[in-house]
């Protein structure tokens, strides 16, 4: 049975390369602009899934308060930048950290709460961020920050003439999130959250540090969803507390997970190929009428796939599921 | 206002505390019900003081219907039934909220010169506006009746004993889904009681529920869930925070305390004021 866990990771690593290898090659071919623009949402929000997968997922704390650190990455990188002159890639670790660090604090008292406590409480949490961005003065309040163009460089992040370091970057972000996710799949922490997650209680009392790899997932978490956060600030050049933390991020950093297979490998990845899209064409196609067409197709769909497969679309292609190779 | 909240909260709070899911549409559910009252007065003129108890009569099949047709199925779900339940529950305040908008536009619409919109009455000095004050009344109407009717009569029973053990209650020939189904009628009649007294004073726009929506699930978490008696309390603290707030902080910052309020509570009692297990 080790063997095979160890020969399914090997699989998924050589599978993960060859999937990035391909898309990294697809700018080649795929020129339009709209075209890519959507390949670059796809590939931020395959990343991002991954990364709330990680606490959602695998640790079983579902939050559906991320928003929070994908907006306080946005807002680290911009502030710094706006205000004071620091380079967007510094902004980005600086965001990272932030947000680890209060995803950290925020844990003390969280990670007593249990269920349907936890969910509210991280929404809850998500919005009063919303609400004080909403009335800082300094941050821009509720008119936001307009990232001021200053050239076409990859030291400042920023892309005038062509959208690919864009994609590239997104990428490199997924894939980034995705072995992070390999990494800890099989570490201490990787079972030790699962053991949390299946039952709490057992796992404390077989001597599993329930509190600190709830922690330590948390943490993880939301480094990666605040660094996503920043590359969206550089990608859309503009933010305000609703465009990047609003609760409809939290929502769609959470659904591919959900759609494609949550506490899985490749539900995220799966889900947001998937979804983003999806979203995007619906949107294209219907939004502009604005009469909600999008909002119904949209919302259908998740209430048909939650019902229909409620361990996401993963599950169609596992065999008689051997729930065991995980453990 | 804060029985208000209470009333959008208990409805929640009995679906919850009888099935143990939280029906994140129920925001949604109150716009319906605020539209519902808009058209009835739009075309019939009913004032929605009237119209409420019609309202809730819709909104009590409408819950039912929701519940036979989409809530039943997301309860069978074996795995990750958290998750199912929510997302089910969030896909379908999405499509309520797109429906809204393609039927109804994205206008804002109030209903004029109802009975009970703009007056104010005095009591002992105290200016009281008058829709307030009215809802304050069904209010508490409205949870001594739901009190009564939990712990008094048969169908109240049954609803306690379905939600202590489904699989008991079988053998003793209770339908679960027929009691579940009565729970979400229920449980939308209050919401639906509540939208119809707030439309004589509130813009009824498609995303109306969402604004309250999270202060209902606040409500009824700072009472504990499963408990009316919380929902109750809670809506009252939620109101008098509010009211607090509004005092020392500017307007848009009101929810920031209730919100705070809201998780120092949980912090001290992770099961709300008044919650059990």
Redo the contacts between chains.
Sequence with gaps: MDKDFAARRRRDLIIAAVLAAIAALTPLFVKDVVVQNILILTLMYAGLSQSWNILSGYCGQ?S?GHALYFGLGAYTTELLFTKFGVLPWFGMLAGGVVSALIAMGLGY?FF??????F???T???A??GL??F??WEWAGAAMGITIPIRGDSWLKFQFLRTKLPYFYFALALCCLAWFVTWWLENSKWGFWWRAVKDNPDAAESLGVDVFNSKMGAAAVSAFLVAVGGSFYAQFVSYIDPESVMGFQFS?LM??PA?LGG?GTLWGPVLGAAILIPLTELTRFKFGGS???????????????I??AL??GLLSLFSRPKKTGAAR | MGLLYGLIAVGLALI?GLMDV?NFAHGEFLMIAMYLSFFLFAFFAIDPLLSAPLVAAGLFIFGAVIYLL?VR??MR????????Q???T?????????????FF??DYRSIPQSWLGGKTISIGGIFLPEPQLVGALVSIAAFAGLYFFIHRTDFGRAIEATREDPGAVALVGIDKNRVFAFGWGLGAALVGLAGAIMASFFYIY?DVGASFA?IA??TV?LGG?GSVFGAFAGGIIVGLVEATTALVL?P??K??GI??V??LV??IR???LFGSI
Excluded: C
């Design positions: 579902i559906l008292p007593r709460l249990r269920g349907h406590y969910v509210i409480a929404i809850v949490i919005e009063i609400l004080l909403h009335n929502l959470a659904l959900v949550i604005g009469r909600g067409v999008d909002l119904i197709v949209y919302g259908t769909l998740i209430v048909l939650s019902l409620p361990r | 919850f939280t989409i199925f997301a779900a074996k795995a990750n039934a958290g998750m199912v929510i997302f089910t969030f896909g379908l305040a999405i499509v309520m909220r797109g429906l809204a908008q393609f536009t994205p498609p999270l699930y606040v978490a869930f500017p848009s910052l929810s920031v919100y705070a809201y998780l949980v912090f992770p099961r709300g």
